[in-house]
T-cell receptor, first 114, second 113 residues
Framework: GENVEQHPSTLSVQEGDSAVIKCTYS??????FPWYKQELGKGPQLIID?????GEKKDQRIAVTLNKTAKHFSLHITETQPEDSAVYFCAASIRGRGNEKLTFGTGTRLTIIP | DTEVTQTPKHLVMGMTNKKSLKCEQH?????MYWYKQKAKKPPELMFVYSYEKLSINESVPSRFSPECPNSSLLNLHLHALQPEDSALYLCASSQVLAANEQFFGPGTRLTVL
């Protein structure tokens, strides 16, 4: 089955700087890669996703890049703010097989230092 | 309405109790999911319902019993749980099973004494 590795497990950045979280996946058939943000005491919130026919996607301060050949994808947050502090999970799945299942990475705890 | 709601928010139960967790969505989604999340771990899939039929059961012990009364509601019935079942239980929904974009509720924090 699919295996997703995520690094780093913890990340602290100064407010205003950029943060990058990286994930690698094992199944070359995976074609959908979402990122979730989970704040303390809340459920995961989908913040951005990318499909395998796209190399990069951007939404304001958040961007995701995908390298299918190397089987890795990354989350980039620019101009970080205190409210970006949370745990971030990447995930991978195979869309279109009828039994889609998200395989999550182990999570990154991001702390923004004011 | 783009929200998945879960009740209760917190639940404490003994090992002999029977309780139920409830999940509701009004987005017209036809796939609903139960996940279990232990502290500092990612969510683990338990069950998937598609068009009110159980589609995936990730070999979950029978002390967890899901139920999908209609396309908007998903229940998880709990009986004879163990302390190691203490976790955050998350419900999610997606437009259809193949849609992938899953939207999570806030979860029920379960403690088994």
């Amino acid at each position: 089955g699919e295996n997703v590795e995520q690094h780093p497990s913890t990340l602290s950045v100064q407010e205003g700087d950029s943060a990058v979280i990286k994930c690698t996946y094992s199944d070359s058939a995976s074609n959908y890669f979402p990122w979730y943000k989970q704040e303390l005491g809340k459920g995961p919130q989908l913040i951005i996703d990318i499909r395998s026919n796209v190399g990069e996607k951007k939404d304001q301060r958040i961007a995701v890049t995908l390298n299918k050949t190397a089987k890795h994808f990354s989350l980039h947050i620019t101009e970080t703010q205190p409210e970006d502090s949370a745990v971030y999970f990447c995930a991978a799945s195979i869309r279109g097989r009828g039994n889609e299942k998200l395989t999550f990475g182990t999570g990154t705890r991001l702390t923004i230092i004011p | 309405d783009t929200e998945v709601t879960q009740t209760p928010k917190h639940l404490v139960m003994g090992m002999t109790n029977k309780k139920s967790l409830k999940c509701e969505q009004h987005m017209g989604h036809r796939a609903m999911y139960w996940y279990k999340q232990k502290a500092k771990k990612p969510p683990e899939l338990m069950f998937v319902y598609s068009y009110e039929k159980l589609s995936i059961n990730e070999s979950v012990p029978s002390r967890f019993s899901p139920e999908c009364p209609n396309s908007s509601l998903l229940n998880l019935h709990l009986h004879a749980l163990q302390p190691e079942d203490s976790a955050l239980y998350l419900c999610a929904s997606s437009q259809v099973l193949a849609a992938n974009e899953q939207f999570f509720g806030p979860g029920t924090r379960l403690t088994v004494l």
